[in-house]
């Protein structure tokens, strides 16, 4: 049986916060949603990191699917804190084979942004991530 988007995200989550490196930084606050989606958070749930799929397309009549995964990581003291845990989050993914039917790489570098209204300073990444269904 394929596996759905849901399971998919929650495959990703479980394999990405069971890296200690992570979880030293965010416990287990890193959420399969954008940010400005997700409930209200106070000081003290930050660091946090976000996940979002993008449209994907298949190819090969439907036996490989690949789309985007943009990953952010936001935090309320600082982009260098924001950058950390992006940089724990992209070590533990990069090029790396979640099972033989899933992998995802890395392009480019992560972006800094920063939202006035929340004061979150947020580092922001894309990667490819390729799977069979």
């Known amino acids: 049986m394929a596996e ?3 399971q998919f995200k929650t495959n990703l989550r ?3 916060l069971a890296d200690t490196a992570v979880t030293a930084l965010i416990g287990q606050r890193f959420f399969g949603a954008a940010l400005a989606t997700l409930f209200h958070f106070d000081d003290s749930q930050f660091p946090l990191a976000t996940f979002v799929i993008g449209p994907g397309a ?3 009549q439907g036996i490989v ?3 985007d995964l943009d990953l952010a990581a936001h935090s309320k003291d600082s982009h260098d804190e924001a950058q950390d845990v992006y940089d724990v989050l992209r070590t533990r993914l990069l090029n790396v084979i979640i099972s033989p039917r899933i992998t ?3 392009s480019g570098s992560p972006q800094d942004l920063y939202d006035e ?3 979150i ?4 990444g894309r990667a490819r991530v390729t799977r069979i269904p």
């Not at 300073?121 to 922001?124: G, K, T």
């Open 65 to 67: 699917h690949t789309f």
């Open 14 to 16: 479980t394999f990405v």
């Open 117 to 119: 209204t929340g004061r």
């Open 104 to 106: 995802i790489s890395f």
């Open 121 to 124: 300073y947020s580092a922001f």
């Open 4 to 6: 759905t988007v849901n």
């Open 58 to 60: 298949e190819t090969h």
